[in-house]
C-alpha cells in the first residue's frame, strides 16, 4: 500500500455494488480492494485498475448467485424486507396517517376524487371503444359504404342500393353472406287484436326491413324462432324482447298476427334487444321481401345498409378493389335505363359511385357517422377524455408527492435515526413506498365507494348505462391502479426522504433543499395549468351551447307546436286539422308543410336560373298556404303563399339563393327545375314571387345555404308537419284542444306532438353532455389541485413559524405575514395561469368551435376571469393558514428554543 | 458419488489447509498462483470456494475490522472434518491406483 491517495475506480465499485445487490460482499470487496493495493506495487496504476475491473467482471455469476439465496445458510446476508420489519412499517406508517389527521385527509381526499374521476372516465371511454365488439366473428364482418362523387362535391352515405348484397354473395368467394336492412320507419301504425278481442292501435318506431341473413350475421341472443328463416318470408315480423312485452306483457307474442301498412305479418321470432353498445336500434324487424321494391334490382339508388362477412382470412382490400368493376357492369345497365343517359357521359361530367368498406367495429367511432341508426361517437372526443383521465391522475398523484416531499423535515429525524442503526437506503425506500401504499390503499377503496354512489348521476350526464361490475377483473384492474398509484406517487419522495445525510439530519441543521422547492413548485405550476385549461375550455363551450340554443334562428321558436305523422297522403284530414286548430282560441295561426326546419323534409334539388346557364344543386322546401307567417319568416321583397292564389308555379327564395343564383331583381324572374330523383329529367319552370331572410333551416353546426322555397300545392298540399302559434302562456290548455281534436278527426291514429323549442335543443344534446361532462371533470380536477394547494400552504406556513414569530417581533402586521406567505403561491398561480391561456384558445379554436358554423368569438375577458377567478381562489385557500400564521401570538412560535 | 471433489477443488482445499489460520480470498489466490503457477481470477476461486462450502467441505467466518482494506473485515476459510475425509478419500484413491499400476511409473530410467 504505497500510495494511498489512489483508489479503485469508483465505476466499478457501483457497477460491483449493483449487480451484487443484496449478496454479502464485504469480504470480497476486501480482497479486491487488497488485491488492488497489491497490484499497484506490480504494475502501472492503469492495468491495476484493469485487473480490477477484471476482477470485479469474474465475480459476476458468483454474485448473482449468492443473490439468490437469502435464506439461513448464509445467517450473515442482509436482508431487506423481512417480517418484522414489514410490521414495524406498517406501524409506523399508521401511526404518521393518524398523527396528522388533516395531511392524511388531505391525501386520501385528494387522491380518491382523482381516482373516482379517473376510473369514471375510464368506464365512460371503455364503453364508448366497446361498440359492436361483442358479437361472434365480429371482425369479419363490414359493412358496405358509398361515396357519391358530384361534380362540385363527394359525400359519404352510410346507404347503398340493396341489389349489391345479393350481388356481392354471388360473385365474390370471399363473401360468406351479405345482407340488406332497411329503415327506420317511424311513426308506423300496427294493430293487432287485444285479449278482448278489440282492435289496438299504436304507433311504432325504429322499425326496420331486413333479409333473412341478418339474424345469421349478427349474433343476437334468439329467444324464440328460428333464427336462419324467421325473415325468410314476405310479412314474416321480427320483434324485440322489449317491444314484444310493451304489447303483449307476459303473455306470448310468438305466432301473434299484427297488421302494418295494409299487411297482415305473423310474429316468426324474437329477439333480445340489441345492446346499447352496438351501432343497432330496431324495435322491430319484418322481412324485406314484403316491400315491394326491394324484390326489383336497384344498383343505383341508395336505400338500405348492407352489410358483409367475409369468410375467414378474407382481405378487405382485395375486394374492395373489385368494387369499381362491379359498379360499371351492373350499375350502369340500371342507370341508363332510369335515366335515358350514356353512363361513361356520367362518370366523365365527374359524378360516380365508389364503395368500400368499413369494419364493423369502427363503425360507431367513424367520423364520418356511417352508422346510421344512432348518433355516432367521437374518437377525437373519446382521445380528450383519455387525455383528461390521465392528466386528473397526474395531478393527485402530484398532491402525494408535494405534501410528501414538503413535510420530509418531520420525517427528517426519523430517517437519521434509521440509518444510524443500521438501515439502508433501499429498506427506507421501502418504507415509504410501503406508506404511499397504504395512502394509495385507502385512497382507491374511497374513490370506488365514491365510484358506487355517484355513477347513477353520471349516468344521468353522460346518458349512458355505466356500472362497476365487482369480478377477478375488476379486482385485478384495481390492484394494478393501487400499485402503479403507490408507484408513480411514492417513489419520488422515497428517494428525496432516504437519501437524506444521518450527520446533517441528526445535528439540526437540516434544511428543505432549493432543488426540492424548486421541483414541488414546479409541480403545482403543471396542476394548476392543466386545471385552468380545463376550466377556460369548460367555459368557452358553455358559452358556445349557451349561444347555439338562444341563437336567432330567423325564425319565432318561441310558443310553437309541430305535430308529425304519416298523414302525408291524406290532405283532406289535414286541411280540416288546420282548419279546426285554427279555430282554436288558444291558437295565433296554423299551417302545413312538407319540410319543417331542423326536421326533415328538404332536399337538394336541381335547379338553372334564367340569368345564367349554370345547373345547381339547391336544398328545396315544400310548405302550405300561410307557414311562413305562422313561422315567422321574414319577407324581405315580393309576397309569400296564399290561399287565395295558386301557387303551385310559384316559389320563394332565401337571401343566398338570390346571391347564388345571380339574380339581381329576382321577383318576376323564372326558374327551372330539373327533376332528378325518379330520373324522369323533366322540367318545371317556376316564378319567383317572394324573397325571405335567410333562416337556419338546418342545424347550427352548417351553414346557412341557398333554399328554394316551393308551395306543396304541386303535390296536392300535402302536409307531414303542422305547425300551430300558441298565444303565450296557453301551451296547456292549446295542447290538450288539439288532442281533443284529433281524436275526432283521427280516431285510430296516436298524436305526435311537440314543441319546437325541444325539437331544437335535441340537436344539441351531444355539445351539452361534453360540455356538462367538461364542466364536471374540470370542476374536479381544480377542486383536487385546491386541496394540495391548501395542504401544501400549511407546511409552507409551519415551516416557517420562526421566521414568522422574529418578523412579528420586529413589528411586522399580519398583512405583511400574509403576503410574505402568499407571494409565492401568487406567483406559481399567474405562471400556471400564462401557461393555460394560449393552450386552451387554440385547443378550443382549432378543435372545438371549428365544428360549427355559427360560433362565438373567444373573448379575452372569459379567459383573464378564469385566470382572476382561479387566483383568487387559490389565495383563499392559502389564506387561512396566513392568517393564522398571522395572528398567532410570536411568544408561541418563539418559546420552544 | 458423494464427496467427490475435482482437481481444482483439491487444489483449493490443500491450499487452505496449508494456509492455517491465514487462509482468506487474496491469500488463497495468491497461494495457488504461486504453487501450481497458474493466473487464478479472484471470481474462479469464490465460484469453487462456494461449491465447497456448500458441499460443507470448508467453514467460513468474518474476521475482525482492521484498519487496512478501508475497514473491511476478511472472510476465513477452514476445512471441515468432512473435508479432511474427502482429502483421504481422494488421496486413498490415488494412492491405491499408484499401487495397482501395471506400468512403470518410475521416473528414473
Known amino acids: ?897 | 458419488m458423494k464427496g467427490y471433489i475435482g482437481e481444482f477443488e483439491e487444489l483449493v482445499l490443500l491450499t487452505i489447509a496449508s494456509l492455517g489460520e491465514d487462509a482468506y480470498g487474496v491469500s488463497i489466490q495468491e497461494n495457488i498462483e504461486k504453487i501450481s503457477n497458474r493466473s487464478i481470477s479472484i471470481g474462479a476461486l469464490h465460484s469453487t470456494i462456494t461449491r465447497l462450502e456448500e458441499k460443507g467441505l470448508i467453514k467460513s467466518w468474518l474476521g475482525e475490522p482492521t484498519q487496512e482494506r478501508g475497514g473491511r473485515r476478511k472472510r476465513f476459510f477452514e476445512i471441515t472434518h468432512q473435508g479432511k475425509l474427502s482429502l483421504h478419500h481422494v488421496k486413498d484413491l490415488r494412492d491405491a491406483l499408484w499401487k495397482l499400476s501395471k506400468a512403470n511409473l518410475s521416473l528414473a530410467k
Not at chain 1, 315480423?237 to 305479418?265: C, P, Q, W, Y
Not at chain 1, 374492395?320 to 345497365?333: G, I, L, Q, R
Not at chain 1, 443500521?422 to 390503499?441: D, M, T
Not at chain 1, 393555460?836 to 360560433?855: D, H, K, V
Request: glycine share 6%.
Open chain 1, 1 to 897: 500500500m504505497k500510495e494511498q491517495n489512489i483508489k479503485p475506480p469508483r465505476f466499478v465499485d457501483q457497477l460491483f455494488d449493483w449487480y451484487c445487490g443484496n449478496a454479502p460482499i464485504e469480504d470480497l470487496r476486501g480482497d479486491m480492494e487488497e488485491l488492488f493495493y497489491t497490484n499497484l506495487g506490480k504494475m502501472s496504476v492503469a492495468r491495476a485498475k484493469l485487473k480490477y475491473l477484471q476482477q470485479a467482471l469474474s465475480l459476476f455469476f458468483y454474485a448473482i448467485k449468492k443473490r439468490k439465496q437469502k435464506s439461513a445458510y448464509h445467517q450473515y446476508s442482509q436482508q431487506s424486507i423481512n417480517l418484522s420489519m414489514l410490521k414495524n412499517y406498517l406501524i409506523i406508517a399508521f401511526r404518521n396517517l393518524i398523527g396528522h389527521k388533516a395531511y392524511t385527509l388531505i391525501n386520501v381526499l385528494g387522491l380518491a376524487i382523482g381516482m373516482a374521476s379517473c376510473i369514471m372516465l375510464a368506464l365512460y371511454i371503455q364503453s364508448e371503444l366497446s361498440y359492436d365488439k361483442d358479437f361472434a366473428d365480429a371482425e369479419s364482418i363490414h359493412k358496405l359504404i358509398l361515396e357519391r362523387k358530384y361534380p362540385d362535391k363527394t359525400q359519404i352515405l352510410a346507404g347503398v342500393p340493396h341489389s349489391f348484397a345479393s350481388v356481392l354473395a354471388k360473385d365474390y368467394q370471399v363473401v360468406e353472406r351479405a345482407t340488406t336492412i332497411c329503415g327506420p320507419f317511424d311513426d308506423m301504425i300496427i294493430s293487432y287484436k287485444g285479449s278482448d278481442q278489440s282492435n289496438l292501435n299504436y304507433l311504432e318506431n325504429d322499425v326496420y326491413a331486413a333479409d333473412s341473413n341478418f339474424f345469421k350475421i349478427f349474433s343476437f341472443k334468439i329467444l324464440k324462432g328460428d333464427r336462419s328463416t324467421m325473415l325468410q318470408h314476405p310479412k314474416s315480423m321480427v320483434l324485440t324482447e322489449s317491444t314484444a312485452k310493451r304489447h303483449f306483457g307476459d303473455e306470448d307474442a310468438f305466432g301473434k298476427l299484427i297488421t302494418m301498412s295494409g299487411n297482415v305479418f305473423t310474429v316468426t321470432g324474437i329477439c333480445e334487444d340489441p345492446p346499447t353498445n352496438t351501432h343497432f336500434k330496431f324495435g322491430l324487424v319484418i322481412s324485406i321481401h314484403t316491400i315491394e321494391r326491394f324484390n326489383l334490382d336497384n344498383f343505383n339508388r341508395p336505400d338500405s345498409y348492407c352489410y358483409l362477412k367475409l369468410r375467414a382470412g378474407a382481405n378487405s382490400i382485395a375486394l374492395e378493389s373489385m368494387f369499381p368493376k362491379m359498379v360499371d357492369s351492373y350499375a350502369a345497365a340500371d342507370f341508363e335505363r332510369v335515366n335515358k343517359t350514356s353512363w361513361l357521359d356520367y362518370k366523365k361530367a365527374g359524378n360516380g359511385y365508389t364503395y368500400f368498406l368499413r369494419p364493423l367495429r369502427s363503425i360507431y367511432l367513424d367520423p364520418d357517422d356511417i352508422g346510421g341508426m344512432k348518433p355516432s361517437g367521437n374518437i377525437i372526443l373519446v382521445r380528450i377524455h383519455i387525455g383528461i383521465a390521465i392528466l386528473i391522475f397526474a395531478i393527485a398523484c402530484i398532491n402525494f408527492i408535494n405534501l410528501a416531499t414538503a413535510r420530509s423535515h418531520e420525517r427528517a429525524k426519523e430517517v437519521g435515526v434509521r440509518k444510524v442503526l443500521g438501515s439502508f437506503k433501499r429498506q427506507l425506500v421501502f418504507q415509504f413506498l410501503n406508506e404511499s401504499f397504504i395512502v394509495s390503499f385507502i385512497g382507491v377503496g374511497l374513490a370506488t365507494i365514491l365510484i358506487i354512489v355517484s355513477l347513477p348521476y353520471f349516468n344521468l350526464l353522460t346518458d349512458k348505462n355505466l356500472q362497476l361490475v365487482f369480478n377477478l377483473q375488476t379486482a385485478l384492474v384495481l390492484a394494478v391502479i393501487i400499485i402503479v398509484l403507490s408507484l408513480l406517487a411514492g417513489l419520488y419522495p422515497s428517494f428525496v426522504l432516504s437519501s437524506f445525510k444521518p450527520v446533517n439530519v441528526l445535528k439540526g441543521n437540516f434544511t428543505a433543499t432549493p432543488r426540492g422547492k424548486w421541483i414541488r413548485s414546479g409541480l403545482v405550476v403543471f396542476q394548476f395549468w392543466i386545471s385552468i385549461s380545463l376550466v377556460i375550455c369548460t367555459l368557452i363551450m358553455q358559452q358556445q351551447t349557451t349561444f347555439l340554443s338562444q341563437k336567432d334562428l330567423g325564425y319565432d321558436r318561441e310558443e310553437l307546436l309541430v305535430i308529425e305523422g304519416n298523414f302525408h297522403m291524406r290532405p283532406s284530414f289535414t286541411r280540416s286539422l288546420v282548419n279546426e286548430i285554427n279555430r282554436l282560441p288558444q291558437v295565433l295561426s296554423s299551417a302545413g308543410s312538407l319540410s319543417m326546419p331542423s326536421m326533415n323534409g328538404i332536399y337538394p334539388q336541381q335547379y338553372q336560373s334564367e340569368d345564367s346557364p349554370e345547373i345547381r344543386s339547391t336544398h328545396t322546401m315544400y310548405i302550405g298556404d300561410e307557414f311562413a307567417e305562422t313561422m315567422g319568416f321574414k319577407l324581405l321583397d315580393g309576397k309569400q303563399f296564399s290561399v287565395a292564389t295558386n301557387d303551385s308555379l310559384s316559389v320563394i327564395l332565401n337571401e343566398s339563393a338570390v346571391k347564388t343564383f345571380g339574380l339581381s331583381n329576382p321577383i318576376g324572374k323564372k326558374i327551372t327545375f330539373l327533376e332528378q330523383t325518379y330520373g324522369s329529367g323533366e322540367r318545371t319552370t317556376f316564378t319567383i314571387i317572394g324573397v325571405i331572410k335567410d333562416f337556419h333551416y338546418r342545424t347550427l353546426h352548417e351553414a346557412v345555404n341557398p333554399l328554394v322555397i316551393q308551395s306543396n300545392e304541386i303535390i296536392f298540399s300535402r302536409m307531414s308537419y303542422i305547425v300551430a302559434k300558441v298565444k303565450p302562456g296557453a301551451y296547456k290548455e292549446a295542447i290538450s284542444n288539439i288532442e281533443s281534436k284529433w281524436k275526432e278527426l283521427a280516431p285510430d291514429m296516436p298524436l305526435r306532438l311537440r314543441m319546437v323549442d325541444g325539437v331544437l335543443e335535441a340537436h344539441y344534446q351531444k355539445e351539452k353532455r361534453t360540455s356538462r361532462i367538461f364542466t364536471l371533470f374540470s370542476s374536479l380536477s381544480i377542486f383536487v389541485a385546491l386541496i394540495g394547494l391548501f395542504g401544501l400552504s400549511a407546511y409552507t406556513a409551519s415551516l416557517r413559524t420562526k421566521e414568522i414569530g422574529i418578523r412579528k417581533v420586529f413589528g411586522a402586521g399580519i398583512v405583511d405575514v400574509f403576503f410574505l406567505l402568499t407571494s409565492g403561491f401568487t406567483r406559481t398561480v399567474l405562471i400556471s395561469f400564462l401557461l393555460a391561456a394560449p393552450i386552451s384558445w387554440y385547443l378550443m379554436e382549432t378543435w372545438w368551435l371549428r365544428g360549427f358554423a355559427f360560433r362565438i368569438q373567444i373573448s379575452i375577458w372569459t379567459i383573464l376571469g378564469v385566470g382572476i377567478a382561479a387566483l383568487a381562489i387559490a389565495l383563499v385557500t392559502v389564506t387561512y393558514q396566513s392568517v393564522k400564521a398571522g395572528i398567532t401570538n410570536p411568544i408561541r412560535s418563539l418559546r420552544n428554543e
